[in-house]
């Protein structure tokens, strides 16, 4: 194929990314620009507000801490099922990717019936004599985090699978005979191949957990906003879509650096030597 042809194959793919997700973020800008109070006006005064940078605060705090705790439970995880026969691997890849196929609201009402008063989590403590009385877990950060973790793990796992198959076990062996214990061998040798990998699982929950919005919205409550949902009242309970559109103007920034970052940190990873 010359290069002639493939610019021409490609223009169909790119007046679509133009017209479905360029346009559309043109037409959400436009609106944020036009005050009579000045240019940046209500950027400016959506920033002045200590709600909104709590807000924002809650946001990144949830992120990261679903990001932690996803990478914590997904590369053990994945260490074990990469290094499983093909056919357990496919077959435990399976197991892993079947809760996606379930609509993310029915899940978020499962986790209501598990963290409720009178859910799975309390009984099981009351029962086991651990508390006095229920502790209150849903329509907090707590709930929204552990939803998100749910929700975001197999896709870690999923991102880290194709690295552990990528190991090389010889570098492993030739650590345990030079009298490297397991856990030196995990953090020396293994974690640092897996470094691409976790760094892209750790780019897409992070995203995911930022814009989200059906799993803060059900079990965080009105109490507990987060940017999307304070997107959506802004725009559908208030009707102020002015304002909507500069938080989701914010939103898609901040998510845009922090990926931008997390990338520059996997190339300069990638171009550092391994320490055995």
Sequence with gaps: MNRKTAIWLLIPAFLGVLVFTFFPLIQIAIPTFQSKSGFFSLYAQFLKSSFNWAVIGRSFLIAI?????????????????????????????????????????????????????????NKTLLA????KSPLNILYTNTSIIIGSV?????????????????????????????????????????????????????????????????????LGGNRHLVMATLIYQQAMTLGNWQNASVISLILIVISALSMWLMRRLSHHLDRRPINA
């Excluded at 086991?128 to 508390?131: C, D, G, N, T, V």
Aim: aromatic share 8%.
């Design 65 to 121: 801490v679903t990001v932690i705790v996803v990478l914590i439970l997904g590369v053990p995880i994945s260490i074990w099922i990469g290094r499983q026969k093909t056919v357990v691997r496919q077959i435990l890849n399976l197991l892993i990717l079947f809760p996606m196929l379930t609509n993310a609201v029915v899940r978020n009402f499962a986790w209501i019936i598990i963290l409720g008063h009178d859910g799975i989590v």
């Design 128 to 131: 086991l004599h651990l508390i």
């Design 150 to 218: 749910y929700l975001f793990l197999p896709i870690m796992i999923n991102s880290l699978i194709g690295s552990v198959a990528e190991l090389n076990v010889e570098i492993e062996e030739a650590a345990a005979v030079l009298g490297s214990s397991p856990w030196r061998t995990l953090f020396k040798v293994i974690i640092p191949q897996l470094t691409t990998g976790i760094l892209t699982g750790c780019i897409l929950v992070f995203a995911g957990t930022m814009t989200a919005y059906t799993t803060p919205e059900i």
